[in-house]
């Protein structure tokens, strides 16, 4: 089975940027389609961007368009979030999803799930 686990989470300024990773177990991880969720505290889980299998279909949430870069090294089995311009709103969990299906933009969608890396915003 595929585990994910997030790193690069931490405290930031606003207008201050982050690169998060997830590493994906080795297997194939080529063939899911990865995305990363956030969840801020008293929120519902929400899509933030997603990726296709290839690479070549990107996804972002309004919210995020412009600010954060959704990329993927299958070589590594990693996916990334380059997030830049943060905003205090960007306060959350986030975490690291795969399917072995279709994109999709709500968590149930998902099969695996990484344990989440918290990223704090000041402003």
């Known amino acids: 089975q595929v585990q994910l686990v997030e790193s690069g989470g931490g405290l930031v300024q606003a207008g201050g940027s982050l690169r998060l990773s997830c590493a994906a177990s080795k297997g194939t991880f080529s063939t899911y389609a990865m995305a990363w969720f956030r969840q801020a505290p008293g929120m519902e889980r929400e899509f933030v961007a997603g990726i296709s299998w290839s690479g070549g279909i990107t996804y972002y949430a309004d919210s995020v368009k412009g600010r954060f870069t959704i990329s993927r090294d299958n070589a590594k089995n990693t996916v990334y979030l380059q997030m830049n311009s943060l905003k205090r709103e960007d306060t959350a969990v986030y975490y690291c999803?795969?399917?072995?299906?279709?994109?999709?933009?709500?968590?149930?969608?998902?099969?695996?799930w990484g344990q989440g890396t918290r990223v704090t915003v000041s402003s």
């Open positions: 999803a795969a399917t072995s299906g279709s994109y999709s933009g709500s968590p149930l969608g998902y099969d695996y």
